[in-house]
């Protein structure tokens, strides 16, 4: 009975443990649920020179447990990828009114913006980026009071 009762735990625990890397599959099952935020819309009417008004789709990342979302402004669009640029960041509870628009305020009249927004997950954890983008898909820059600079 006791040799029964090793081969039944070492079987048991030999079917919890389908991957080699038991860590790593418990991260990707946490993130699977991480969802962006959707299209990132440049809001022209609600915009001035000074002023920068966007949203977003928050539809999937709210379904998903979304407690914030992250916004980056900056004027370069290498300052993404850590060669410069002025950042402005914000934070916006999922509890706000609405909770998937922002209007940046006390901006340079002329100057040009990227945008960025991701979902925050309790833990926290943190979604892909979802950006600001032209036709292509690709990133774009926004001049506030004017349009897209594509």
């Not at 008004?53 to 979304?66: C, F, I, R």
């Amino acid at each position: 009975m006791k040799h029964f009762t090793y081969m039944l735990a070492a079987l048991l625990l030999a079917a919890s443990c389908s991957s080699a890397d038991p860590v790593r599959d418990l991260l990707l099952a946490r993130t699977a649920n991480l969802s962006a935020p959707g299209e990132v819309t440049y809001d022209a009417p609600n915009s001035s020179a000074t002023v920068l008004a966007v949203y977003w789709d928050a539809t999937a990342a709210l379904e998903n447990g979304a407690v914030e979302f992250h916004i980056d402004v900056a004027t370069d669009e290498f300052f993404f990828s850590g060669d410069g640029g002025t950042l402005i960041t914000r934070e916006l509870p999922v509890s706000s009114s609405p909770n998937d628009a922002i209007m940046i305020t006390g901006l340079t009249s002329g100057q040009s913006y990227f945008i960025r927004v991701a979902a925050v997950y309790p833990g926290p954890s943190r979604s892909e980026w979802a950006y600001l983008s032209g036709a292509d898909g690709k990133p774009v820059a926004v001049i506030p009071g004017k349009g897209l600079v594509e």
